[in-house]
């Protein structure tokens, strides 16, 4: 009798130290580009909001979208910003990757993707640009959003012309040397362009339905830990009202992370980032029938299975 009773003493023991012990916070790799969209992310690292709401996050620096895209193939980041365009890419056979936020979205006077002209191109409207090659990355979002703000401008298929630019920084030496009469950068690196002298033809802050990001995640890692991913985007949602209000308290971040090119440090404005929200089924419909007008996908991808706003707080 005596063994049975402490036997069942070590067990209870056992349990009520096991219920005491603070569980360790689940840990969310998030693979992030040195990008304006990522500063509500860093904004909440600072200020402690990941801890707060129970997740450590760890970030993985990648140099590009590439590179990016095959960290998450290869399952060593659970999370990461990108666009639409990316995550059906990840989705055309089997659902891979879901989105659960709006990351950055144009809005009045903020745009995210701009047009450019070269200064030596002699062109100051966006007529200018009929039939003139726009360096652009081909396939990307900033294809996608170059091509429907010239649409929206009226302009017939035959007058959209657009290069292969891939690089960010030979777009800008193009457009910088005139050998590019016009680029497509996204914010803030068209500052730095106009600041060379190149001159902003159109941009995407009066269509805000094509120029925005997300934060997605492998669905796995959602299915594996979705209180974590709960508790990420709780602290993303705190931290952009943080941005919000007072931009200018973050600047260290905007140097330390190099999401802000140096010599615009002392006169670059923060966007207003977006509030919890996901893309709208119209959204996706357009971005999947760009892709798939442009041959790059042949199968309709479910915005149902793809987009998943069950996670926001």
Known sequence: MKLKT????LIFTVLLSACGSPAEPATLKIAVLPIIDALPMYVAQQEGLF?????????????SAPERDQILAAGQADG?????LAVMAFNKEVVQMQVVRYALRPTEGHGHFFILASG????TDVNGLKSVEIGVSQGTVIEYVTERILQAQGFAPDEIKTVAV???????????SGELKAGVMPDPLASLVVAQGGVVVADD??????????????????DENSKAVEGFLAAIEEATALVNTDPAKYKNLLSEQNLVPAPLLDTYQAPMFPAAGVPTEAEWQDALNWLKEKGMLDVDVSYAASVNASLLP
């Open 120 to 123: 030596q191109s002699g062109i």
């Open 51 to 63: 801890a707060k709401h129970g997740v450590s996050v760890e970030f993985v620096p990648v140099a």
């Open 166 to 176: 891939p690089k960010i920084p030979d777009r800008m030496s193009l457009l910088a």
């Open 205 to 222: 802050s009066t269509y805000p339905e094509y120029g925005f990001s997300v934060i997605s995640f492998r669905k796995a890692a959602i």
């Open 6 to 9: 402490t036997f069942f003493f």
């Open 80 to 84: 990461t910003i990108n666009e639409t």
